[in-house]
């Protein structure tokens, strides 16, 4: 029982980081139907960013609070020199310069950071919690409870206020929402900047557990498509729901089969979700006439 337990709180825990990873690939893809392969990059330069400013003699709140700034920014900058310039392209092109964005912020982080592991304290100690056999971090509290306060606020966002639904508006029709007096630019870039944003938060929760290097972006990013594809891509509820069972899935592979199949993981879900059920868990069943 106490083995389960402890693969449980692990799953949980990473699945938290997966599930906010999921969330930001959600948010891009409502407002422009792109999957942004760059969201693992937001969720590395959180947590660089927040450990090179602590290192600096930063608090570490104020750390946390520029990195997440600048990743925003960063996503901002993203949209207007990349995505905006292409719109009207097909969007396997839009993808690609996702890509294309995840390794140039990859190289970049490289050169200005270094090629180390790093990490900074964890925000409560690091005493354990013992739970049923379990020994938990108060760091994972911290990522599980971060996690649902995203959700919450973003479904809060999205059904209680004008901007939200602006933004819903946007993703059902962006030429609609244009004729309707939209400026669907601006949600664009909102969204890019929440979805930044959320990833950078996700990076400054995970680090002191996970740590962090410059390349750890393409792992976060491959998971939470994972996780988004799961719940069913665009699907907030979805993403939150995949997110965890990716964790907890990845979580069991490792500790009841081999750490060797727990990468893997997450690739047989998505290739089971494609084959299987292409809508994901919570999304629409649709059919196209011809």
């Known amino acids: 029982m106490s083995e389960f337990m402890q693969f449980l709180s692990s799953g949980v825990t990473v699945g938290a980081v ?36 602590y290192a600096a003699g930063l608090p570490l709140p104020l750390a946390a609070l520029i ?30 310069i996702t890509i294309g964005a995840s390794v140039f ?3 970049g982080a490289q050169i200005i950071f270094d090629k180390q592991i790093h990490s900074f304290p964890a925000f409560s100690g690091d005493a354990p919690l013992n ?6 971090q108060t760091q994972s509290l911290w990522v ?7 959700f919450i606020g ?19 029709n962006r030429q609609a929402a244009q004729l309707v007096g939209i400026n669907t630019t601006f949600i664009m870039t909102l969204s890019f900047a929440l979805s930044a944003g959320i990833g950078a938060l996700a990076g400054v929760l995970a680090t002191p557990i996970t740590l962090v290097a410059y390349n750890v972006g393409i792992g976060f990013a491959l998971k939470g498509f994972a996780g988004a594809m799961l719940g069913g891509m665009g ?12 964790g907890l899935i990845e ?27 292409p809508q994901g868990l919570f999304g629409n069943k649709t059919t196209e006439r011809v």
């Not at 739970?131 to 938990?136: D, V």
């Not at 979580?251 to 059920?277: D, N, P, Q, R």
Request: positive net charge; glycine residues 10%.
């Open 18 to 53: 997966y599930a906010l990873v999921a969330l930001g690939f959600t948010i891009i893809y409502n407002a422009s139907d792109v999957v942004n392969f760059a969201q693992g990059e937001f969720v590395m330069l959180g947590g660089m960013i927040t450990w090179a400013a």
């Open 67 to 96: 990195a997440i700034i600048l990743t925003a920014a960063l996503g901002v900058a993203i949209n207007k020199f990349a995505i905006e310039p292409a719109r009207g392209a097909p969007v396997v092109s839009l993808i690609i």
């Open 105 to 107: 912020i990859q190289g």
């Open 131 to 136: 739970f049923l056999g379990a020994t938990i």
């Open 144 to 150: 599980i409870g971060g996690a649902l306060v995203v």
């Open 154 to 172: 973003l479904w809060l966002f999205f059904t209680r206020t004008l901007l939200g639904r602006a933004v819903l508006a946007t993703s059902n």
């Open 235 to 246: 699907n907030p509820k979805g993403a939150l729901v995949g997110g965890f069972l990716i």
């Open 251 to 277: 979580a069991m592979t490792a500790g009841y089969l081999s750490s060797t199949y727990k990468e893997a993981a997450a690739f047989i879900v998505i290739l089971l979700v494609l084959f299987f059920m």
